[in-house]
């Protein structure tokens, strides 16, 4: 039962995706994400996934809609933030090192990401849950600050998504 509930998930949130790449909402396009979905998911846990994909990856589809909903309330802050910044030439780029207290790859690989979406940060290493990386209006070199002001509520957010 909870292996269908992923594929059905993993297939809403596809179908999602199709829509918003495909520009267009109507039953074909719906359809065809949820279908392209199922067969991907299906695919990679009968040949790629040493083990199921539903317990290897899995994260509540509700923390999921708030974690793009804080990446995006993010990225246009940190936009509008940093653009006076770069008008008057007022920056102070730097490379800071900041620790994530997340355990596992892909969190570390989801806030990596983030961080690189969001205007001004940009994540040059990962390594374990060190992150390097090169920001464009450094305020704290100090790791726990730094950590703090670039990750926003990733960290929080996906920490209480994700299931051990």
């Known amino acids: 039962m909870k292996k269908l509930i992923f594929y059905s998930e993993f297939g809403f949130l596809s179908a999602l995706i199709w829509c918003i790449l495909y520009e267009q909402i109507n039953i074909e396009t719906v359809i065809t994400g949820f279908l392209i979905g199922l067969i991907s998911v299906f695919f990679a846990n009968a040949f790629l996934m040493t083990r199921q994909s539903s317990k290897a990856y899995y994260i509540n589809p509700f923390v999921f809609l708030q974690f793009i909903f804080s990446l995006l309330f993010q990225i246009f802050k940190a936009a509008v933030l940093l653009f006076p910044s770069v008008i008057t030439g007022k920056v102070d780029v730097g490379i800071v090192k900041i620790e994530t207290k997340v355990d596992r790859g892909l969190m570390t690989s989801t806030i990596a990401n983030a961080i690189t979406l969001t205007p001004g940060t940009v994540?040059?290493?990962?390594?374990?849950?060190?992150?390097?990386?090169?920001?464009?209006?450094?305020?704290?070199?100090?790791?726990?600050?730094?950590?703090?002001?670039?990750?926003?509520?990733?960290?929080?957010?996906?920490?209480?998504?994700y299931k051990k």
């Open 123 to 161: 994540t040059i290493d990962k390594d374990g849950n060190t992150l390097t990386v090169l920001w464009l209006t450094v305020k704290s070199r100090e790791k726990e600050k730094a950590g703090k002001l670039i990750m926003g509520s990733f960290e929080k957010i996906l920490m209480k998504g």
